[in-house]
């Protein structure tokens, strides 16, 4: 028996994959069933409604994600940055539950800080791994964009430093309960490139979205913006206003693991500063978590 | 019959005082009745019901605030900036209703751009006139905190230019819906002090509320910070952010014109970039329609 059992298991969400003996993903499986959905204690039995098929044809499970948080499975402490991906690997915290012949442990999430203020990652550090093997480079500056979007720093194989930006959630909250929600459709429709990057730019030249978030309502009050170019509007300004705050030499690559829409958005939003894009996927946790599993005998 | 029945009729608030002959404040009243509880149509019904009797001993009645938007009682277009008393008073806009002895006017709102995008004000610029009267200066910073805080500079007693920032707005925001109200108590204590300053030191060294705002998240993740104090910090990160915004030089005063608790968190935040705050409260409307009334035979 060999091969792993991988689950990124996050605060809104669950994936899994099961991945064979030669470290290639053969099947992959995602719930909405986040740490947030499990209730206390209920881990193992989850685990074992959602994957136990899985985990009795599997010697080992990895998980990592806000499952090694406090509400999480079992508390993994965090590693503090600069962290490498031995770090990582000699601490994970290995758990019981399930089948006897399954070993499952937890990934350790990342912390760092700035100014006497922390910052925290859980699973996005697997992803980086993973992404930094996949294109088998030691160095770059990362970006995995979502509800708490990371920024991260990797030297010499290591993360050497991170910080997370509130961007998605930011946008759901003046999408959906701002004043600004009430000139805007209640469908976002598809993404309307030219108005996302007029956002972008007037971020980029701005101070803050304090202001800029401003200006959708008053394009819309001097009728300069259609209401349904609006939400790509406001998300043009949010995702500007990240990249405004990022310490970025034009010219340089930034590498960016998201969805395909999210990447697209960045890659519109990075070329006005000159960036390159260059794009990973899901398959980076797949990536990151097999590395791991290589590093236990 | 002389005097004045003064109306500032914002959003979500209605504010009326009668004025005497002598321009002294006879009585005031406030009702929560601001333009969006009132249903299309029902203005004139609405002031009939809360000022009637105001209005059945007085001549004039001006109104500032929302009531001159689309969606008010009658749509007083905006002046373009700069604009001075002079061209507000010649842009009021008579509408017909209430007894036949009282004539009623609404109060045009200005409007300003900055490269291309639009910004707006309804019943600040009668505020700013009335302050500028009250403390005989002509020239002046000044702020109008609230749930979009008005950045005003007012030169030869006009308003050269303002700007726009949705603060209090996304405090409402952070604090009610977002991650971070998971952590917070239900009720807000009292300021603590010393929580709002370390937030606006925080916003001030850093370049965005999308990255300072994750700082609640993890200040109390780590301990560093008792639930009760996090509302005055976060308060501190969100009025610490519209000043890094400012272009302010330090040893400058601003005039800042709100409520006495808004008040006293600018002065705090002020100061820590050095500026000394000139105070001004809600009789500034009051001085401002009376001006503006005093310039009509």
Known sequence: MSGLLALDWGTTSLRGAMIDGEGRV??????????????????????????????????????????????????????????????????????????????????????CEHDGVPDVMRGEEVQVFGA???????????????????????????????????????????????????????????????????????????????QTAFSVRTLSLFDRMPAQAAPSYLSGLVIGEELRAQPLDAGADVVVMGSAALTRRYELALAQRGIRVRAVGSQASWQGLWALSQTLD
């Open 26 to 111: 053969v099947e992959e499986r995602a719930f909405a069933t986040g740490i947030l959905a499990v209730p206390p204690g209920g881990f193992p039995t989850v685990f074992e409604d959602l994957f136990g098929d899985w985990a009795a044809l599997m010697p080992l499970c990895l998980i990592s994600g806000m499952a090694g948080s406090k509400q999480g499975w079992a508390l993994a402490p965090y590693c503090a940055c600069p962290a490498g991906f031995a770090d990582v690997a000699g601490n994970l915290r290995w758990i019981e539950a399930g089948q006897a012949s399954l070993r499952i442990a937890i990934v350790p999430g990342l912390s």
């Open 132 to 210: 930094l093997a996949l294109l088998d480079i030691s160095d770059a500056t990362m970006v995995l964009p979502g509800t708490h979007s990371k920024w991260v720093r990797a030297r010499d194989g290591s993360i050497e430093d991170f910080r997370s930006f509130m961007t998605g959630e930011f946008y759901a909250l003046l999408r959906q309960h701002s004043i600004l929600s009430r000139t805007l459709p209640a469908e976002d429709d598809e993404l309307d490139e030219a108005a996302f990057s007029q956002g972008v730019t007037h971020a980029l030249r701005s101070d803050s979205l304090l």
